[in-house]
């Protein structure tokens, strides 16, 4: 028996699964919450400035991994022969020529700009402006591959809007990397960045990478975008690599600190909903859906039926980003979880404001007070809003909380609800933006269809898709359509190790790990006709408002 380990980076904690690649079972499992993060240090979410120290992804992977090993059976270190990681993304950092993220230097330290730059920063929407302008007024469109539509999210956008206000970063940058490439060349010892194996799913969606431009586009694209930008194409890379590849074998160092061998073969990295899509058994044409603060959506398809078919307005079509001989498509929603959170948020304010400023009761039953009123606000509302017949609520929303992934990136956008009344109460507020995330989600399948491409069944993964009947059955309502929930707790740290096993040699490809090493699917949500009927129109309600905040966004 051999194990492997998956890592799966998420916005608020990683987690390490140690899974048997017989059948994959999990052996242990550890969560290390990011602590600077957690703290709200460098974000600024006003701005919508987003930032992570890597002290918070080293110490992380290191507690993590070492005690999920302490949790499993003595043996078990002696049986891992692969790792593999997945991350959000993009996230970049700036490095020097070793590949060292700058925020690891002292002077550094403490400088947001030097520090992975999280998927949901939006700091870059001008700069992501003129990518687009500039790609459409070129010979060759460079985004015609990641949709037609550069997003703010992504690896360039934020590269140019840091370094043109930062020109202390610009100057100590040798080059920038994924967060999802750094880990396993931090893992394998790795000392020059020219070295560093980039992953095909980070550069294909995000940084404007494809085979039919020899690499990234050229470096006088970039000049002509900004003089600042002059010769870092040739400080990055040309090749890429699909993550049942190996990276290279963990480091003495890392191998010590692990107490694991350094035989151990670390994975090329790759994005979590990516991972998450193998973990959860994706199939051709299926659309998975990972659904946590955001969403990610991923579909796979046969090189020969997609060809040189351009899914307009998604987040790219790469060829092996996914499994490696398909070509796989993203698409997905800036906010999903982060919409109910926000929620959450708005109406605690007065438990912190008020109830924690009490002079009535002493500091120990405050805390625990708003505590467990924190706890309790989601699933509370959730019993009430079930309970709403959506016929007879007005309060229609609009989920653009975080601006519009997909369809048609734009991270401008904003969020809205309409049809209040002096009865639209908290449940009928809640009730009318779990239905805007899941009309969003609507748009993304429609997108997809009007391009021509299939949608054949829907999977849910992820903690929402888990823990919540009422968000996937109001989902399959809206969508008019069944969705298999996928069973396992942890798909994209399971998706992981399915790569980590394949990159060992345990498997020769992907899809034999991922048909040995699945756990299957829990439950499937069918739609209620009548709810079904009334949400087609409602839908079509919500298209309008999100026409009219387009139009408004544009003046």
């Not at 950092?93 to 030097?114: E, R, W």
């Not at 046969?302 to 092996?320: A, E, F, H, R, S």
């Not at 034999?512 to 699945?518: E, H, L, P, Q, T």
């Amino acid at each position: 028996m051999s194990l492997v380990i998956g890592v799966d980076y998420g916005t608020d904690s990683v987690r390490s699964v140690l899974v048997n690649t017989k059948n994959g079972k999990e052996i242990s499992s550890s969560v290390f919450h990011y602590p600077r993060w957690k703290k709200g240090l460098f974000c600024d979410a006003s701005n919508h400035q987003f930032r992570q120290h890597p002290l918070d992804y080293i110490e992380g992977l290191e507690k993590s991994i070492k005690q999920a090993l302490r949790q499993a059976p003595k043996s078990s270190a002696k049986k891992v022969v692969g790792i593999a990681i997945d991350t959000t993304g993009s996230t970049p950092v700036a490095v020097d020529k070793h590949g060292t993220p700058l925020a690891l230097k002292s002077k550094f330290a403490k400088n947001p700009n030097a520090m992975f730059i999280l998927w949901k920063d939006h700091t870059g929407i001008k700069e992501a402006k003129e990518i687009n302008k500039l790609c459409k007024k070129s010979k060759v469109d460079y985004s015609k591959y990641e949709g037609g539509v550069y997003s703010s999210e992504w690896f360039w956008a934020k590269i140019l809007r840091t370094i043109r206000v930062d020109s202390k970063i610009a100057k100590a940058a040798y080059s920038w990397v994924e967060h999802c490439d750094w880990i396993p060349f931090l893992l394998t010892g790795g000392k020059d960045v020219h070295d560093m194996k980039r992953s095909r799913c980070a550069a294909g969606h995000k940084a404007l990478w494809h085979e039919d431009f020899n690499g990234l586009p050229p470096n006088g694209f970039f000049k002509k975008l900004d003089k600042k930008l002059d010769g870092l194409r040739d400080r990055l890379f040309d090749e890429t690599y699909t993550s049942d590849q190996s990276a290279g074998q963990l480091s003495a160092e890392w191998a010590k600190r692990l107490g694991l061998s350094m035989d151990v073969e670390v994975a090329v990295g790759a994005f979590d909903a990516h991972m998450g899509a193998v973990g959860g058994q994706i199939e051709p044409f299926f659309l998975s859906k990972v659904m946590g603060t955001s969403t990610c959506d991923v579909l796979v398809a046969p090189y020969k039926y997609v060809g040189k078919n351009l899914v307009k307005g998604i987040c790219g079509q790469v060829d092996g980003s996914v499994i490696p001989g398909m070509v796989g498509l993203e698409a997905g929603q800036s906010a999903f979880g982060d919409v109910y959170a926000w929620f959450q948020n708005l109406l605690s304010w007065t438990l912190y404001e008020v109830v924690g400023k009490s002079k009535l009761i002493d500091s120990k039953t405050k805390k625990l007070l708003i505590k467990e009123s924190m706890d309790k606000i989601i699933p509370e509302l959730t019993k009430a809003a079930q309970q709403i017949d959506p016929a007879t609520s007005t309060v229609l929303a609009l989920d653009w909380l975080n601006g519009r992934r997909t369809p048609d990136a734009n991270q401008a956008l904003k969020g809205a609800i309409l049809g209040l009344n002096l009865g639209s109460d908290a449940p009928k507020i809640f009730r009318a933006l779990v239905e805007a995330t899941c009309y969003g989600a609507r748009a993304i399948v429609e997108r997809f269809e009007s391009e021509g491409i299939p949608i054949k069944g829907l999977i849910g993964l992820g903690g929402v898709a888990k823990k919540s009947p009422f968000i996937m059955q109001t989902m399959a309502d809206v969508l008019n359509a069944p969705i298999k929930i996928a069973k396992s707790e942890q798909t994209c740290a399971l998706g992981a190790a399915m790569f980590a096993a394949t990159a060992a040699g345990v498997y020769d490809n992907v899809s034999v790990a991922m048909d040995r090493m699945g756990a299957g699917f829990s439950a499937t949500y069918t739609p209620n006709k009548s709810n079904a009927k009334l949400y087609n129109k409602l839908y079509q309600d919500y298209c309008k408002v999100g026409e009219y905040i387009v139009q408004n966004t544009k003046s």
